[in-house]
C-alpha cells in the first residue's frame, strides 16, 4: 500500500468483462479521485506475470465459459502462486460472478474441468438445471460494523459449494445465492472476496465501494454527497423485493 494511493490490478480486463464490470472499475476510480486519492490501474492480460506486493486491489470479471476456461489455465501458470502471495499479505482479491468461481479449486463443466486459484476452498459444478437468474440482495456484516445489505443481479449456471472451514460474504435475502439452496451467497476469508453479484456491483453498493478503498489504502475515507448512489442502491432493493 502507498499513501494516499490506490493501486489496483485489473485481471483480464478484455476478456472477463461479460456483465459491465468496467463499472465496478470506474466507481472505485471515481469515488477515490474525489478524496484526492490517487488511482492506478493496471492490466494485466494473458502471459502477464503479476508482482504481488505492486498493487492493494485485484480485479477479476465474469466471462464466458469457454472464455473463462481460457483465463482459468493462464491464471494458474502465471498467475496463482503472485496472487496467492497478494492475498497471504492482506491485499484485497475480489471476483465477480466467473472471476468469484476461478477463486476456488475447480470449475466442472460436464467432462471438463476448469482449474482455479485455489485461494479459497470451494468448487462450482455447472448443472444441467435452470440458471439461477433475477435481482438478488443479501445480507453482510464485513468486520463486525453491523449488517448492511448488498443488492445486485445474478445470472450463473453453475452452482458453487463452499468447503466446510469457509465462511459466504452474506446471507440470502431475496434471491438465489451460490446454489439456490443453502442461503448463502458468494464467500469471504479475509481480503478475499467473491459474490455473483453484479449488474455491476459496486454502482448499485457503494458503500461497498467504500470500504474496499477504505481496506485496500487503510484510510479514513471523507464522506460524500451521495444522494443519487443511495437512490440507486434504494432502487436495486426494491427490484429484489427488500
Given at each position: 500500500?502507498?499513501?494516499?494511493?490506490?493501486?489496483?490490478?485489473?485481471?483480464?480486463?478484455d476478456?472477463?468483462?461479460?456483465?459491465?464490470?468496467?463499472?465496478?472499475?470506474?466507481?472505485l476510480?471515481?469515488?477515490?479521485?474525489?478524496?484526492?486519492?490517487?488511482?492506478?490501474v493496471?492490466?494485466?492480460?494473458?502471459?502477464?506475470?503479476?508482482?504481488?506486493d505492486?498493487?492493494?486491489?485485484?480485479?477479476?470479471?465474469?466471462?464466458?465459459?469457454?472464455?473463462?476456461?481460457?483465463?482459468?489455465?493462464?491464471?494458474?501458470?502465471?498467475?496463482?502462486?503472485?496472487?496467492?502471495?497478494?492475498a497471504?499479505?492482506?491485499?484485497?482479491?475480489?471476483?465477480?460472478?466467473?472471476?468469484?468461481?476461478?477463486?476456488?479449486?475447480?470449475?466442472?463443466?460436464?467432462?471438463e474441468?476448469?482449474?482455479?486459484l485455489?485461494?479459497?476452498?470451494?468448487?462450482?459444478?455447472?448443472?444441467?438445471?435452470?440458471?439461477?437468474?433475477?435481482?438478488?440482495?443479501?445480507?453482510?456484516?464485513?468486520?463486525?460494523e453491523?449488517?448492511?445489505?448488498?443488492?445486485?443481479?445474478?445470472?450463473?449456471?453453475?452452482?458453487?459449494?463452499?468447503?466446510?472451514?469457509?465462511?459466504?460474504?452474506?446471507?440470502?435475502?431475496?434471491?438465489?445465492?451460490?446454489?439456490?439452496?443453502s442461503?448463502?451467497?458468494?464467500?469471504?476469508?479475509?481480503?478475499?472476496?467473491?459474490?455473483?453479484?453484479?449488474?455491476?456491483l459496486?454502482?448499485?453498493?457503494?458503500?461497498?465501494?467504500?470500504?474496499?478503498?477504505?481496506?485496500?489504502?487503510?484510510?479514513?475515507l471523507?464522506?460524500?454527497?451521495?444522494?443519487?448512489?443511495?437512490?440507486?442502491?434504494?432502487?436495486?432493493?426494491?427490484?429484489?423485493?427488500?
Open positions: 500500500m502507498a499513501d494516499g494511493v490506490l493501486r489496483i490490478c485489473s485481471l483480464y480486463p476478456v472477463m468483462n461479460i456483465y459491465a464490470d468496467r463499472g465496478n472499475l470506474l466507481v476510480e471515481r469515488r477515490a479521485a474525489w478524496r484526492d486519492i490517487e488511482v492506478q493496471t492490466p494485466a492480460g494473458f502471459g502477464d506475470r503479476i508482482d504481488p505492486a498493487h492493494d486491489l485485484f480485479y477479476l470479471g465474469g466471462g464466458q465459459d469457454r472464455d473463462q476456461a481460457l483465463c482459468a489455465r493462464d491464471l494458474v501458470d502465471t498467475k496463482r502462486d503472485a496472487l496467492a502471495a497478494a497471504g499479505r492482506g491485499a484485497l482479491v475480489l471476483g465477480i460472478c466467473g472471476g468469484f468461481q476461478l477463486l476456488g479449486h475447480v470449475y466442472e463443466l460436464g467432462d474441468e476448469i482449474p482455479g485455489g485461494l479459497v476452498d470451494l468448487r462450482t459444478v455447472r448443472s444441467d438445471d435452470d440458471r439461477l437468474i433475477g435481482n438478488v440482495a443479501i445480507e453482510v456484516d464485513l468486520d463486525g453491523g449488517p448492511r445489505t448488498l443488492a445486485g443481479f445474478e445470472n450463473h449456471g453453475g452452482r458453487t459449494h463452499l468447503g466446510a472451514g469457509e465462511q459466504p460474504l452474506g446471507r440470502v435475502l431475496r434471491g438465489h445465492g451460490n446454489d439456490g439452496r442461503g448463502r451467497e458468494g464467500v469471504r476469508r479475509d481480503g478475499v472476496i467473491g459474490t455473483y453479484l453484479h449488474g455491476p459496486l454502482p448499485k453498493n457503494t458503500w461497498f465501494a467504500d470500504w474496499l478503498i477504505a481496506r485496500a489504502t487503510g484510510l479514513a471523507s464522506p460524500l454527497d451521495d444522494r443519487m448512489e443511495a437512490a440507486a442502491h434504494a432502487s436495486a432493493r426494491r427490484a429484489a423485493g427488500v
